[in-house]
């Protein structure tokens, strides 16, 4: 993919919104541990944009983050743009007004980032992308995107569905996909979809975003239950899509895991559960656990230091029989 390409190079003020230094900021959810940005205190301050609070993961991930700021001494200004660029956009212009030392956010979707990352740029404020990636051409725009590998999550999902229905005729497989337009959804959908069309009786029969959350997940497969196309495979871009999923499974008198087979990406600990209990039959990890090294390298960025332009997270894989083994001691 064209961003994939661009990952590889490393380079290295407009102030719009006026929002406060601290406290709480309206919509963006914006919340800060101190006053002033670059303090007197002589601690570095990041400005961290998230996504918002949609999922298991996500809220696994910022704890992560606040947490390492904490253990890092790191002064960290936080906001949740509830899934909204325009949010995420608002609180990093905010992070510039308030010269922060390093920018850091997981972009909600991958497109129309180039002019905020500008301004950054011209503030001289480093921008480090954690989680997901953004599609800019510019690749000095950020100094390193520090995160998984979506694609080969996919990959990893669609080899497992390759072995599990070895013996199979047709495979019929209904997909929930992440929010429209982010990394993770399209990344994905792409691995996946690479591996399994290289065998025809494998058909994506009905296929529709359920925006990474359980309610949204189980809306979208009543849907597709209703529709009365047979589904042997349901493959969600997240464990908790495929939690929804499952209860609009049972509410149709079906047997999840069973009935109908589920793979799913994050290893968080309910969709965990849920493989330990038979619901689910496969999980691909994505670990949230960015927050050590994302600290790690805001400090290597601010004293000018070089970095890596991609740093890739490791990942596991589970059956059902390594989910009831990895639960008492998981994390997340
Ligand atoms: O970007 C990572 C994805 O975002 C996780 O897989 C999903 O659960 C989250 O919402």
New binding site residues.
Partial sequence: MLKKKHLAALASVALLAAIPACGSDEGTGSSSSSGAASGGDGKLTMGFAQ??A?????TA?TTSIQDSAKESDVDLKFSDAQQKQENQIKAIRSYIQQKVDVIAF?PVIESGWDAVLNEAKRAKIPVILT??AVDSKDTSLYKSFL??D?VK?GNKAGEWAVKEFADAKEVNIAELQ??TG???ATD?KQGFTDVISKDPKFKITQSQTGE??RAKGKEVMEAFLKSGKPIDLLFA?????ALGAIEAIEGAGKVPGKDIKIVS??A?KDGMQALADGKINYIIE?S?LLGPQLMDLAKKVTAGEEVPARIETEEGEFDQAQAKEALPTRQY
């Fill in positions: 996504v918002g949609e999922s298991g993961w996500r991930n997981s989680d997901r995160g998984s979506f999550e992440g929010t982010s990394a993770p994905r990474f959350t871009h997240n464990d908790d899509m990406i994050d968080v994505c949230p």
